[in-house]
């Protein structure tokens, strides 16, 4: 069956990195996408994987291994505005978007 | 500014009540979307439209219906109003067929069923 997992809440530190992980298992894979959201707001677009490996924006990097179902979103430099949930979408074959549940992430000062 | 814009942000409904909730982009993407997200859960499909003129069904459609007369609207309508129907609704949008391009979204719409 379709399933995305991702943690529920993570705290870091100002200045610090952090990981935020997901793994998946859906029915084929068409590329996975993270979102952030911050309260009360919609989500906005972050990064699009489609190929294994990781790609770099700036403070935020995304990685993908399909063999592992697998994915992570990289934040450096964490600033408090970084203070969101991040969401893990997977675009499955019949190209339908699956949703993690989101990951809400605390920085602290 | 382009964009998608929601209305009503925030509506609450008595039960046995008929809602519905408008959604305008001006960025002529051909396929809207609308989710609803409850807490400790994924956003869900509801309904969908690929072009102007055809929609079909999300993950989640029982109790709700769309149209798609034009491409800039897609309203979403609650025939009769049940309390799990509390929610946030989303709509989004996309410039590709079906979901193969980046979302955006609308600013959403709280709405509490009584």
């Known amino acids: 069956g379709q399933n995305i997992d991702q943690p529920t809440e993570m705290t870091a530190t100002e200045g610090a990195i952090v990981q935020i992980n997901c793994t998946y298992q859906?029915?084929?894979?068409?590329?996975l996408f993270w979102y952030q959201q911050h309260a009360g707001e919609a989500p906005t677009f972050l990064s699009y994987?489609?190929l294994d490996g990781l790609e770099e924006k700036g403070r935020f990097s995304s990685f993908l291994s399909r063999s592992k179902g697998y994915s992570y979103l990289l934040l450096k430099e964490l600033q408090m505005k970084d203070s969101a949930s991040y969401l893990c979408a997977v675009l499955e074959s019949n190209y339908q978007l699956i949703w993690g549940a989101g990951t809400k992430l605390i920085i602290k000062p | 500014i382009a964009g998608i814009t929601q209305a009503p942000t925030s509506q609450i409904l008595a039960a046995g009540r008929r809602m519905t909730l408008r959604c305008t982009q001006d960025m002529r993407h051909n396929a809207m979307y609308w989710y609803r997200q409850d807490l400790g859960l994924g956003l869900r499909l509801i309904h969908y439209s690929n072009t102007a003129g055809t929609t079909g069904k999300g993950e989640v459609p029982d109790g709700y219906s769309v149209s798609r007369a034009n491409t800039d609207d897609f309203p979403l309508t609650l025939a009769s109003a049940v309390p799990s129907q509390t929610s946030v609704y989303f709509c989004?949008?996309?410039?590709?067929?079906?979901?193969?391009?980046?979302?955006?979204f609308g600013e959403g719409s709280r709405l509490t069923v009584l």
């Open positions: 989004a949008s996309s410039s590709g067929q079906g979901d193969t391009g980046e979302l955006f």
């Open positions: 859906t029915s084929g894979f068409n590329g």
């Open positions: 994987n489609v």
